[in-house]
């Protein structure tokens, strides 16, 4: 009896996982970025980020505050992170003319920055920033990955909607965690 018992223990310490049924995958995690803004004429706004520059001619160079928002204390680890337009990450997002994405350590330092929007091109002193997608002003569902920005440890991250000319807006923005679809299978076998 003792001895069926030990072989039981054993093969439960060496085969744990046999048997079990795998993890079920976690919901992702989604955050409201920003609130939406209506649209609104550029001259009509009166705060502005004074450190960014737009970098185009014909335009003004100053951007001007559409909307703001920022995340709670998230952590990325593996998940991969990407933008909506809802909570139930069906929709895009529009936004007239960037959102500029600033990357927080945990006391508040900024470690990267990213845009997001339509614009030739921004800069903060020497500093150009890049843009996470091609120039639009409207994004389908997770068209935008923000993997790459954002470290695997704790961070929070800022938007700020900034518009410099014409008229400028934005729509609901949620930010997602999740985990990466599974890549398609290049297995030939039995084929």
Known sequence: MRLALLLSLLWLDVFPRCGTRPTPPR????????????????TA???????VEFQNAEQGRTGFIVARGESPVLERGELEAR?????????????????????????????????VGFTDGLRIGPER??????????????????????????????ATVLDNSGVGRVSDVYLSLQRAPAPPSDDLRNQ
């Open 27 to 42: 919901p992702p995690r989604v955050v409201k970025l920003l609130a939406g803004a209506e649209e609104k004429e550029t």
């Open 45 to 51: 706004r009166t705060e502005a980020r004074e450190d």
């Open 83 to 115: 933008l909506y337009g809802d909570e139930a990450l069906s929709r895009g997002f529009e936004v007239d003319n960037v959102i500029l994405l600033e990357v927080l350590d945990l006391s508040g330092k900024v470690t990267a920055r990213a845009a």
């Open 129 to 158: 920033i890049d843009l996470l997608a091609g120039q639009a002003f409207a994004f389908e569902p997770g068209e935008v990955n923000l993997s790459g920005l954002l470290p695997e440890g704790p961070f929070r991250l800022r």
